[in-house]
Every structure is written in C-alpha cells, then in structure tokens.
C-alpha cells in the first residue's frame, strides 16, 4: 500500500523520476525472502555508517557544501581524495559522489529540451572497481544517460580480469 502511494508521487515525464520508479517497482516486487534480505543488507550499512567517525560527521553536516549541477554548467571540477578512509568509506563515499553527479547530468534535461549548450562535464572515477557494486546494466545506463547531457563517464582501473563482471569487460 505505501509502495503504491510513493510511486503515484513520481512524475514519469522527469527522467530522475522515471529512474526512481523502476528502483522502487523492482524493489516491491521481489519475494519475501529477497526484500528481507536487502533490508538486512541495507540495516548493515546503516550500522556501519553511525559506527564510523568520518561518516557520522559527514551525514550529520548541515549541508553538502557541493552545489553539484552548477559545478557542472559553470567548469568546476571537484576531487575528491579518499585515501584515508576504510574500504566501506572509499566505497560509501564513493558511490553517493557517483550518484550525485548522475543527478546532476540528469537534471540538465531541462537544457537538454531546449537545446541550450551544456558544457562539457567528464566524471573520472580512478579505481572503479571500489565503487562498481551495481550491475553491469546499471553501470551502461547511467553512462548512456549522462552522454546525452554532455557528461561522459571515464572509469579507470588496474586492468579488466577480476575487476569488473565479465559482461562489463567484454
């Protein structure tokens, strides 16, 4: 029943919300046993998260300071250096800059409808594989999806073998 209210609440003409529509209906739709598991997976997280120190001041900042989408229309790039931090950091972190910037490349559909010139805003992210827990098609479409608003997606790694799934290296 709320799945069903919070999915009325998107708009499907936005591409972000398309985005969140297809996540929420898979996950409503799976069986028992594997949403359970997800939850799990998720309450794990949440544990870590308020256990660790450089997360716990992250997310209790009054805000992020990164104005993401302007960076991106007006040049700006940002580094982010992770090299202190523990592997579920790096790879926490790591995946909502990710997510942040597919956000970001995603709200420019609105210059994208209007043809209105959108500058180039390459993501490189060096050692991909820390943050490449999503499936190879999640991987695929966010890239698509970022290139049609002049955003392309450069993933540097090690090499290939061990590295990512197999139908991402083919």
Same mark, same amino acid.
């Given at each position: ?12 003409? *936005?591409? =972000?919300?398309?985005? &969140?529509? /297809?996540? +929420? #209906?898979? %996950?409503?739709? @799976?069986?028992?046993? !594997? ?54 950091? *790096?790879? =926490?972190?790591?995946? &909502?800059? /990710?997510? +942040? #910037?597919? %956000?970001?490349? @995603?709200?420019?559909? !609105? ?60």
């Amino acid at each position: 029943k709320f799945g069903a209210q919070l999915l009325s609440k998107f708009d499907e003409t *936005k591409a =972000l919300d398309r985005q &969140l529509i /297809l996540y +929420f #209906s898979s %996950l409503y739709s @799976m069986k028992d046993r !594997d949403y359970q598991q997800k939850v799990g997976s998720t309450l794990n997280k949440l544990r870590k998260i308020t256990l660790s120190e450089t997360l716990n001041s992250l997310f209790s900042a009054h805000t992020n300071g990164i104005k993401w989408r302007t960076g991106m229309d007006e040049g700006y790039f940002t580094i982010f250096d992770l090299s202190g931090l523990t592997s579920f950091e *790096k790879q =926490l972190i790591g995946s &909502l800059c /990710l997510t +942040f #910037s597919q %956000l970001a490349a @995603m709200s420019r559909e !609105d210059s994208h409808r209007s043809g209105e010139y959108m500058p180039l805003h390459p993501i490189v992210v060096d050692e991909a594989p820390t943050f490449m827990e999503q499936s190879a098609d999640a991987i695929q479409s966010f890239a698509d999806e970022a290139r049609k608003y002049n955003v392309p997606v450069v993933l540097g790694m090690q090499g290939l073998e061990g590295q990512v799934p197999d139908d991402v290296a083919s």
